[in-house]
């Protein structure tokens, strides 16, 4: 593509990002997040809402597959795409857990990435929210009992968030991630 | 050394500060508005600046002291750099003209201290940072020495307020084609110290890709921030060079609060617009090849050389 | 008897004092009495270096037994200079070889070798004519060889490396006979006095010139004659190599500075433009070498080539722009020159001295070896890496100052309408600039890959630091390397003044200003600067730290690998690959890959086994044709030498036979 054809595309094209939903904080529990492991819902767990207090609106993500079938893959990129822009909430993804605040784990976890996964969640400096986020990584899903599995990921990490779904909405995803950044 | 030069560098670093983040925020706002996306707000690196002093940071096992001092020494060169650099105002510190030598060996002092990082977190991708790093440091010295030289040369200085007041005061010299090659030159080497795109991609996450980034993936908490805050000084140091030369009007030649503070807003004016430029033109960008790189770096060189020869030619 | 006069002589009794008590102690007793009297006559050498250099004058005459050649030892200001770095240097390293020497190194030869090497290298400057210097030059010479064959015994390469560092170092010799030779014979006297300011126009003068700087070049290791260099330097015991590196290719700059300078001024612009393009020839090709070598002690030996590289440089600069009347940039590059030589004496002998320290700690010169040495060794990771600092011209080091007044020359070096000038400066500059990034790249991984991270090899885990005897001397050597940097203005006006330059002034707190060129450089008050802006933020970071403690016992950031072998790392090797594949047309490395699949698979590997090797391309290109001839050309001598008395008294018969006809004739 030519650069010229690139800025008439940028300039078609045009902000395709959808109207930010209200914050997160006022809608009613139970929609497409839940409050996961400890039951509780709304603002969210105490841990998270302590953490939250500490990131003053800026969530760095380290996002690992522990199994996972690549759907809640897509739909994770979806929510960092144009149309649910994530990013403009304060969350961004980035390489390392020793710069990420929010460690979101995906899939179910199998035998090879049951000690990467607790590995990372070590190398994540404190505070920290660790987010599961699809039906497999909140209770195995689909493939509970499978050969290869050792369990959901709340058996291997605490966990402080999650999302449920199958795979689950980005729009969900967004509104978790919310919940840390606050914004 | 009389208090006025030494008052306005302190301001200068003050207003450095200020507007490093910003300087990031805007080119990834204007990133995110290319790409169709809202973005975070011009404002969300300070935030990530913010959060990270709080957060406590992890330092591996094994590695020596130079963890802890090497961001530190890092942003002590950045702030310096920021004195150093005529940024508000184009006016020589008596015993530390902002001499072009004495302001890339104080890049330098922040370079190594980086790449040192990076070999000291004793993982496969610090030391292939630190590497890159380094190497792409060594290529670009001789394209920063000659372009400058030839910047130098109808002022008969190499202190860099000299240069900047004397394009001010005749600003003929700006379009003439020394002037221009070797502007250019600067330009890539800029891009090429600051890790931008195409020569090192800010944001990606493909280890095997990163130079900057593979060296600070060990480095978190406060120690990150301090990194962070002294790439990004950097950036906005350099960028405000560059637009002082390309642009060197309201660059306060006295050191009285009027001057100064228009001086100020030219240099948040001009950041801006070289933000902006910057996110679009990386917008259109792929990275190069890592090999290419010195392809690149060469060409800078031979610009430089141009620009030198040029120089002559006028003169 | 001037105190200067008394300093030369003590030189001579203490140097005696030293072979005396080495020959004669036992034992423990050797290492110490031996290494006190030679850092005393090293003293000597500094006090009398300093005297000279403050413009004390001195003429002492020895007859000898030949009639009519005596010998003069005069030195002059810059003789004063180079006396006094040596004598520095000198005495780090004799203080250093006291808990250093062990084994065959701390034998009642090599003791005594030191000794007169010492004495050869503080004498080589005090030289006031043509007979003394090469005497003096000749004990230096054989010296040396004696401490480069010490640990002979037991590593073979000692032996091959002694026999070019002699071969080298004779014809080095001949040609300095040779040229000095040619220069008597155009000036009619010997004395360097009668000598100076020889025209350069006279019959004779370019042969001298250019006999004079071979010979000096190959001494002061510069590219191609420096093939010596990385061979002698890693195996000889590292107080002598520190003493070869910083301090006898030191002599040989000096001698280029004493022909180029003082005794044939006004050459032709070829000589400068010779002299500069051996200079930053040299400086590119020692310090790719030294970018790439895996050998810490090599690496010190080709960065020695690139800095000696740089002085040449520097010097050619100043005769080309003396040529071009630019006395301000002129009198601005020979002052970079000294100030070269000597913040070089200074971090070289610092490095080398570390080096040896690594070398004593853990039998390894191979960096891929090395490692988290910093742990175990923290007094001798300080000091290396303020020499590494050094090295590479980083504030506030004497390189540093070196190099900016090396910049500053060329920067003002400006005269477009010399074709020659305006060609040469802009393109030794790109080469300088060149140079000192590849110093980064060099000494980031040197100190980096030694120090930094975690060990590589068992016995680098074992690492002990060194006797208080080395630290000393180490310490002693940073700290010089810091002084030159933070107050360089009294040092560089005495060099100036030492060669006769004047425009250079102290400035402020021991900062430089060199008013040729209108440039001002103050270290101090770039400290404070960086002090007044550092102070805030260290602020910041102290409440911060205070407020939450850093966790320190994770594990190391592998992508959450579960294996995490020191052996991942980054060794020194693959820090310099994009070096080597950049330059690979000048490396030329060879590598070697090896693959080993599982069983019949070809996509699963059982191991590989990857070997890189490089040679130096002017050793392959130059000197393997040239040693090839010279061997078959003895083969052919060979059949004149039979065995037969009958043909050697024909031969002496022969001889006698031409000699009388001469004569007659």
């Given at each position: 593509m030519s650069l010229a054809d690139l800025a008439r595309l940028i300039g078609r094209t045009g902000r395709i990002a959808e109207p930010a939903p209200p914050r997160p904080a006022a809608s009613p529990a139970g929609v497409g997040p839940d409050e996961g492991v400890d039951g509780s819902s709304g603002e969210g767990s105490p841990a998270v809402a302590a953490v939250r207090r500490e990131l003053h609106g800026s969530a760095q993500v380290r996002h690992v597959d522990a199994g996972s079938c690549n759907g809640c893959e897509i739909e994770l990129a979806a929510a960092f795409g144009p149309v649910y822009d994530a990013e403009r909430y304060g969350a961004r993804l980035v390489a390392s857990p020793r710069h990420a605040d929010v460690v979101l784990v995906t899939g179910v976890v199998t035998r090879n990435m049951a000690e990467p996964l607790r590995l990372t969640v070590a190398a994540t400096p404190q505070p920290r929210v660790v987010m599961a986020v699809g039906d497999c990584a909140r209770d195995c899903g689909m493939f509970r009992g499978a050969y290869g599995v050792v369990g959901a990921v709340g058996d291997l990490v605490p966990v402080d968030l999650s999302v449920a779904g199958c795979p689950p909405a980005p729009a969900d995803i967004v509104v978790a991630l919310r919940r840390v950044t606050g914004r | 050394m009389s208090a006025a030069p030494l008052l306005v560098a302190l301001v200068q670093v003050t207003v450095a500060v200020v507007l490093a983040p910003l300087v990031i925020g805007v080119t990834r706002q204007t990133r995110a508005r290319l790409e169709g996306r809202v973005g975070p707000g011009v404002l969300q690196p300070a935030r990530d600046l913010r959060k990270l002093i709080g957060k406590t940071p992890l330092r591996a096992a094994g590695t020596s002291p130079m963890t802890v001092v090497a961001p530190v020494v890092l942003l002590t060169s950045s702030l310096l750099l920021a004195a150093l650099v005529p940024l508000v105002a184009a006016l020589p510190l008596a015993l530390v003209p902002g001499d072009l030598f004495v302001v890339v060996s104080v890049l330098l002092v922040g370079t190594v201290a980086i790449a040192l990082l990076g070999l000291d977190g004793g993982s496969a991708f610090g030391g292939m940072g630190s590497s890159r790093h380094m190497t792409i440091a060594a290529l670009v010295e001789p394209t920063v020495l000659v372009a400058v030289y030839a910047l130098s040369i109808p002022v008969g200085s190499s202190a860099l307020p000299l240069i900047v007041a004397a394009r001010r005061d005749h600003p003929a010299s700006i379009a003439s084609p020394a002037g221009v090659?070797?502007?250019?030159?600067?330009?890539?080497?800029?891009?090429?110290?600051?890790?931008?795109?195409?020569?090192?991609?800010?944001?990606?996450?493909?280890?095997?890709?990163?130079?900057?980034?593979?060296?600070?993936?060990?480095?978190?908490?406060?120690?990150?921030?301090?990194?962070?805050?002294?790439?990004?000084?950097?950036?906005?140091?350099?960028?405000?060079?560059?637009?002082?030369?390309?642009?060197?009007?309201?660059?306060?030649?006295?050191?009285?609060?009027?001057?100064?503070?228009?001086?100020?807003?030219?240099?948040?004016?001009?950041?801006?617009?070289?933000?902006?430029?910057?996110?679009?033109?990386?917008?259109?960008?792929?990275?190069?090849?890592?090999?290419?790189?010195?392809?690149?770096?060469?060409?800078?060189?031979?610009?430089?050389?141009?620009?030198?020869?040029?120089?002559?030619?006028?003169? | 008897?001037?105190?200067?006069?008394?300093?030369?002589?003590?030189?001579?009794?203490?140097?005696?004092?030293?072979?005396?008590?080495?020959?004669?102690?036992?034992?423990?007793?050797?290492?110490?009495?031996?290494?006190?009297?030679?850092?005393?006559?090293?003293?000597?050498?500094?006090?009398?270096?300093?005297?000279?250099?403050?413009?004390?004058?001195?003429?002492?005459?020895?007859?000898?037994?030949?009639?009519?050649?005596?010998?003069?030892?005069?030195?002059?200001?810059?003789?004063?200079?180079?006396?006094?770095?040596?004598?520095?240097?000198?005495?780090?390293?004799?203080?250093?070889?006291?808990?250093?020497?062990?084994?065959?190194?701390?034998?009642?030869?090599?003791?005594?070798?030191?000794?007169?090497?010492?004495?050869?290298?503080?004498?080589?400057?005090?030289?006031?004519?043509?007979?003394?210097?090469?005497?003096?030059?000749?004990?230096?010479?054989?010296?040396?060889?004696?401490?480069?064959?010490?640990?002979?015994?037991?590593?073979?390469?000692a032996r091959q490396a002694a026999v070019w560092y002699a071969v080298m170092t004779h014809l080095s010799f001949v040609?300095?006979?040779?040229?000095?030779?040619?220069?008597?014979?155009?000036?009619?006297?010997?004395?360097?006095?009668?000598?100076?300011?020889?025209?350069?126009?006279?019959?004779?003068?370019?042969?001298?010139?250019?006999?004079?700087?071979?010979?000096?070049?190959?001494?002061?290791?510069?590219?191609?004659?420096?093939?010596?260099?990385?061979?002698?330097?890693?195996?000889?015991?590292?107080?002598?190599?520190?003493?070869?590196?910083?301090?006898?290719?030191?002599?040989?700059?000096?001698?280029?500075?004493?022909?180029?300078?003082?005794?044939?001024?006004?050459?032709?612009?070829?000589?400068?433009?010779?002299?500069?393009?051996?200079?930053?020839?040299?400086?590119?090709?020692?310090?790719?070498?030294?970018?790439?070598?895996?050998?810490?002690?090599?690496?010190?030996?080709?960065?020695?080539?690139?800095?000696?590289?740089?002085?040449?440089?520097?010097?050619?600069?100043?005769?080309?722009?003396?040529t071009h009347h630019v006395p301000g940039a002129a009198g601005a590059a020979l002052v970079a020159a000294l100030l070269l030589l000597v913040s070089h004496a200074a971090f070289k002998s610092?490095?080398?001295?570390?080096?040896?320290?690594?070398?004593?700690?853990?039998?390894?010169?191979?960096?891929?070896?090395?490692?988290?040495?910093?742990?175990?060794?923290?007094?001798?990771?300080?000091?290396?890496?303020?020499?590494?600092?050094?090295?590479?011209?980083?504030?506030?080091?004497?390189?540093?100052?070196?190099?900016?007044?090396?910049?500053?020359?060329l920067i003002h070096g400006v005269r477009p309408a010399d074709r020659v000038v305006a060609v040469v400066v802009p393109l030794t500059l790109g080469l300088i600039a060149l140079t000192a990034g590849l110093a980064l790249v060099t000494f980031v991984k040197a100190f980096g890959i030694a120090f930094l991270a975690r060990a590589r090899s068992v016995t680098a885990l074992a690492a002990t630091e060194a006797p208080p005897s080395m630290r000393a001397a180490m310490v002693l050597g940073a700290v010089g390397v810091l002084a030159l940097g933070v107050l360089p203005g009294p040092v560089a006006a005495a060099a100036a003044s030492a060669i006769g330059v004047d425009g250079v002034r102290v400035a402020g707190l021991g900062g430089v200003e060199l008013t040729g060129v209108g440039a001002v450089l103050s270290p101090a008050a770039l400290v404070g600067l960086g002090a007044v802006v550092a102070l805030p933020a260290l602020a910041l970071v102290l409440v911060v730290a205070r407020r939450r403690p850093a966790t320190t016992d994770v594990l190391g950031w592998g992508c959450g690998g579960v294996r995490t072998s020191p052996r991942m790392q980054y060794n020194a090797t693959s820090y310099a690959e994009p070096v080597m594949r950049i330059f690979d047309d000048a490396l030329q490395p060879r590598r070697d890959v090896v693959v080993t699949h599982v069983g019949e698979s070809a996509y699963l590997a059982e191991r590989v086994?990857?070997?890189?090797?490089?040679?130096?391309?002017?050793?392959?290109?130059?000197?393997?044709?040239?040693?090839?001839?010279?061997?078959?050309?003895?083969?052919?001598?060979?059949?004149?030498?039979?065995?037969?008395?009958?043909?050697?008294?024909?031969?002496?018969?022969?001889?006698l036979v031409v000699v009388l006809l001469v004569v007659v004739a």
């Amino acid at each position: 593509m030519s650069l010229a054809d690139l800025a008439r595309l940028i300039g078609r094209t045009g902000r395709i990002a959808e109207p930010a939903p209200p914050r997160p904080a006022a809608s009613p529990a139970g929609v497409g997040p839940d409050e996961g492991v400890d039951g509780s819902s709304g603002e969210g767990s105490p841990a998270v809402a302590a953490v939250r207090r500490e990131l003053h609106g800026s969530a760095q993500v380290r996002h690992v597959d522990a199994g996972s079938c690549n759907g809640c893959e897509i739909e994770l990129a979806a929510a960092f795409g144009p149309v649910y822009d994530a990013e403009r909430y304060g969350a961004r993804l980035v390489a390392s857990p020793r710069h990420a605040d929010v460690v979101l784990v995906t899939g179910v976890v199998t035998r090879n990435m049951a000690e990467p996964l607790r590995l990372t969640v070590a190398a994540t400096p404190q505070p920290r929210v660790v987010m599961a986020v699809g039906d497999c990584a909140r209770d195995c899903g689909m493939f509970r009992g499978a050969y290869g599995v050792v369990g959901a990921v709340g058996d291997l990490v605490p966990v402080d968030l999650s999302v449920a779904g199958c795979p689950p909405a980005p729009a969900d995803i967004v509104v978790a991630l919310r919940r840390v950044t606050g914004r | 050394m009389s208090a006025a030069p030494l008052l306005v560098a302190l301001v200068q670093v003050t207003v450095a500060v200020v507007l490093a983040p910003l300087v990031i925020g805007v080119t990834r706002q204007t990133r995110a508005r290319l790409e169709g996306r809202v973005g975070p707000g011009v404002l969300q690196p300070a935030r990530d600046l913010r959060k990270l002093i709080g957060k406590t940071p992890l330092r591996a096992a094994g590695t020596s002291p130079m963890t802890v001092v090497a961001p530190v020494v890092l942003l002590t060169s950045s702030l310096l750099l920021a004195a150093l650099v005529p940024l508000v105002a184009a006016l020589p510190l008596a015993l530390v003209p902002g001499d072009l030598f004495v302001v890339v060996s104080v890049l330098l002092v922040g370079t190594v201290a980086i790449a040192l990082l990076g070999l000291d977190g004793g993982s496969a991708f610090g030391g292939m940072g630190s590497s890159r790093h380094m190497t792409i440091a060594a290529l670009v010295e001789p394209t920063v020495l000659v372009a400058v030289y030839a910047l130098s040369i109808p002022v008969g200085s190499s202190a860099l307020p000299l240069i900047v007041a004397a394009r001010r005061d005749h600003p003929a010299s700006i379009a003439s084609p020394a002037g221009v090659l070797a502007v250019v030159a600067l330009a890539i080497v800029v891009l090429a110290e600051t890790g931008r795109l195409p020569i090192d991609n800010p944001s990606t996450h493909l280890e095997l890709t990163m130079i900057h980034e593979a060296m600070v993936l060990e480095t978190s908490g406060r120690d990150l921030a301090w990194v962070d805050l002294a790439s990004w000084l950097r950036l906005s140091v350099l960028l405000g060079l560059v637009g002082n030369l390309l642009l060197p009007w309201g660059v306060a030649g006295s050191a009285a609060p009027g001057p100064v503070l228009l001086g100020a807003l030219a240099l948040a004016g001009k950041l801006a617009l070289l933000a902006v430029l910057l996110a679009t033109v990386e917008v259109a960008m792929a990275k190069l090849r890592l090999f290419r790189v010195p392809e690149l770096l060469a060409g800078s060189f031979v610009l430089a050389f141009l620009a030198v020869t040029a120089s002559y030619l006028v003169a | 008897m001037t105190a200067l006069a008394g300093g030369l002589l003590a030189q001579g009794a203490l140097a005696t004092l030293a072979v005396l008590v080495a020959v004669s102690a036992r034992g423990r007793a050797r290492n110490l009495l031996a290494g006190v009297a030679c850092a005393a006559l090293s003293a000597a050498g500094a006090v009398s270096g300093a005297l000279a250099l403050s413009g004390a004058t001195v003429t002492l005459r020895m007859a000898t037994a030949l009639p009519g050649a005596e010998l003069v030892l005069a030195p002059d200001r810059l003789g004063g200079l180079l006396m006094l770095l040596v004598g520095s240097v000198g005495f780090l390293a004799s203080v250093y070889a006291i808990g250093y020497v062990h084994g065959a190194s701390a034998s009642r030869t090599q003791w005594a070798a030191l000794a007169l090497f010492l004495l050869g290298m503080q004498l080589v400057p005090a030289a006031g004519d043509v007979v003394a210097f090469l005497l003096a030059w000749e004990l230096m010479a054989a010296a040396s060889t004696v401490l480069v064959l010490a640990e002979q015994a037991h590593r073979p390469a000692a032996r091959q490396a002694a026999v070019w560092y002699a071969v080298m170092t004779h014809l080095s010799f001949v040609l300095l006979l040779a040229g000095f030779a040619a220069l008597s014979a155009t000036g009619g006297t010997t004395s360097f006095a009668g000598l100076a300011g020889t025209d350069a126009a006279r019959p004779g003068a370019t042969a001298a010139f250019v006999l004079l700087v071979v010979g000096f070049a190959a001494k002061a290791g510069v590219a191609p004659l420096h093939v010596w260099l990385p061979r002698a330097h890693p195996e000889a015991p590292s107080h002598a190599s520190a003493l070869m590196s910083a301090a006898m290719v030191s002599l040989g700059a000096y001698g280029i500075l004493l022909v180029g300078i003082r005794l044939l001024p006004g050459g032709p612009t070829w000589w400068s433009v010779l002299l500069t393009a051996l200079g930053a020839g040299s400086a590119v090709h020692g310090i790719l070498h030294a970018g790439v070598a895996t050998d810490l002690k090599r690496l010190l030996a080709y960065s020695t080539s690139e800095n000696l590289g740089l002085v040449v440089a520097a010097i050619g600069l100043t005769m080309l722009l003396r040529t071009h009347h630019v006395p301000g940039a002129a009198g601005a590059a020979l002052v970079a020159a000294l100030l070269l030589l000597v913040s070089h004496a200074a971090f070289k002998s610092t490095l080398f001295l570390g080096a040896g320290a690594v070398l004593r700690a853990t039998g390894e010169r191979d960096l891929d070896r090395m490692g988290g040495l910093a742990h175990a060794m923290p007094w001798t990771a300080a000091t290396f890496g303020v020499g590494s600092l050094g090295a590479a011209a980083l504030p506030v080091t004497g390189g540093f100052v070196a190099e900016w007044t090396l910049l500053q020359a060329l920067i003002h070096g400006v005269r477009p309408a010399d074709r020659v000038v305006a060609v040469v400066v802009p393109l030794t500059l790109g080469l300088i600039a060149l140079t000192a990034g590849l110093a980064l790249v060099t000494f980031v991984k040197a100190f980096g890959i030694a120090f930094l991270a975690r060990a590589r090899s068992v016995t680098a885990l074992a690492a002990t630091e060194a006797p208080p005897s080395m630290r000393a001397a180490m310490v002693l050597g940073a700290v010089g390397v810091l002084a030159l940097g933070v107050l360089p203005g009294p040092v560089a006006a005495a060099a100036a003044s030492a060669i006769g330059v004047d425009g250079v002034r102290v400035a402020g707190l021991g900062g430089v200003e060199l008013t040729g060129v209108g440039a001002v450089l103050s270290p101090a008050a770039l400290v404070g600067l960086g002090a007044v802006v550092a102070l805030p933020a260290l602020a910041l970071v102290l409440v911060v730290a205070r407020r939450r403690p850093a966790t320190t016992d994770v594990l190391g950031w592998g992508c959450g690998g579960v294996r995490t072998s020191p052996r991942m790392q980054y060794n020194a090797t693959s820090y310099a690959e994009p070096v080597m594949r950049i330059f690979d047309d000048a490396l030329q490395p060879r590598r070697d890959v090896v693959v080993t699949h599982v069983g019949e698979s070809a996509y699963l590997a059982e191991r590989v086994r990857f070997a890189q090797h490089h040679d130096d391309v002017v050793e392959v290109r130059l000197y393997r044709p040239l040693v090839a001839a010279a061997d078959a050309l003895a083969d052919r001598a060979r059949r004149v030498q039979n065995g037969s008395v009958n043909r050697y008294l024909a031969f002496s018969f022969t001889a006698l036979v031409v000699v009388l006809l001469v004569v007659v004739a």
